[in-house]
């Protein structure tokens, strides 16, 4: 009978220590919590190790190519501005291109002085040679100290020297203006078959000085233009000749002389005058331009 008593009595015992041990446990947690949560919400806090890394990466990255791109867009414009530019040229100053009056001048002085110088020594052919000589040897000099293109002046004064050798070769006074008949016949020839086929010089000359080749001939309006141009030039040849020859043959020297000039400076003149304004109402507004500009700076010699 007495064991039965004794077992109530130690289960009450036993509660109170499994208790104190479940609030000891309790309190350790809650301690545990306190000392590691804030390690833990710094650590959650914290980037990934390798984000810093990419991202100032991706950040040096950007800035680079952005400042890359802004200082190759600032080049780009800055070479754009920088490429030279043909200026733009006037009628003017393709007229002053071709020489001017001064040009024609100078073609035509030398034949001026042998006629002068012929009739006024009573037929002096030798004298008459060395001054139309000697006068496009003193245009020429002129023209090198003013530092003015030689074209003409180099190209009459040839011809005047080829002049002058067959009339004294032949010792007849009208032969100095066979070599120019000769030429004139030539040029003529020349020009007229480039027309017929299709082919006309000026448009050749304007496809080697723009270094366009033959696309000139795929526009009917500057075929046209530019056939129209070389046959005024045609037209040039043909009165010369028809004019001179006649006088040639009959040993007309006077008359041959003042023909001579007369047909080269004023005729020429009026040659350039037409083929400029047959080209320039042939040619539309841009074309023209296009191409007044490109020969107006070839005959300069590039110079701006």
């Not at 390690?39 to 800035?63: I, L, T």
């Not at 100290?145 to 040839?158: C, E, H, I, S, T």
Request: net charge neutral.
């Amino acid at each position: 009978m007495a064991e039965p008593s004794q077992r109530p009595s130690q289960r009450p015992s036993q509660r109170p220590s499994q208790g104190s041990n479940d609030q000891l446990d309790e309190n350790l947690e809650e301690k545990l919590v306190e000392i590691l949560l804030p390690e833990f919400e710094a650590v959650e806090s914290m980037p990934p190790a390798d984000a810093p890394a990419d991202a100032s990466a991706a950040s040096d990255a950007s800035a680079p190519s952005g400042a890359s791109g802004a200082s190759n867009a600032l080049a780009d414009e800055a070479a754009v501005d920088d490429k030279p530019k043909r200026p733009a040229t006037t009628d003017k100053d393709f007229f002053h291109a071709l020489g001017g009056w001064g040009a024609l001048l100078d073609i035509g002085l030398p034949w001026i002085a042998f006629l002068i110088v012929y009739g006024a020594t009573d037929h002096n052919l030798k004298v008459a040679l060395i001054v139309a000589v000697a006068s496009g040897a003193a245009v020429a000099l002129l023209r090198l100290v003013r530092r003015q293109p030689l074209r003409n002046v180099a190209g009459g004064f040839v011809g005047v020297l080829i002049s002058a050798w067959v009339a004294n070769r032949s010792g007849r006074a009208e032969d100095v203006y066979l070599p120019g008949l000769l030429v004139n016949f030539g040029y003529g020839a020349l020009y007229l078959l480039t027309v017929i086929f299709r082919w006309p010089l000026f448009g050749v000359l304007y496809g080697v000085i723009t270094q366009t080749g033959a696309a000139w001939r795929r526009d009917p309006a500057m075929l046209r233009g530019f056939s129209r141009a070389t046959l005024v030039f045609v037209g040039l040849f043909a009165i010369r000749l028809i004019v001179q020859v006649p006088l040639y043959l009959t040993g007309s020297l006077n008359a041959l002389g003042i023909a001579k000039v007369g047909l080269g400076l004023p005729v020429y003149a009026l040659a350039l005058w037409l083929a400029y304004a047959v080209l320039r109402g042939s040619l539309p507004p841009d074309k023209w331009d296009d191409a007044r500009d490109h020969v107006t700076h070839l005959l300069r010699g590039n110079k701006k």
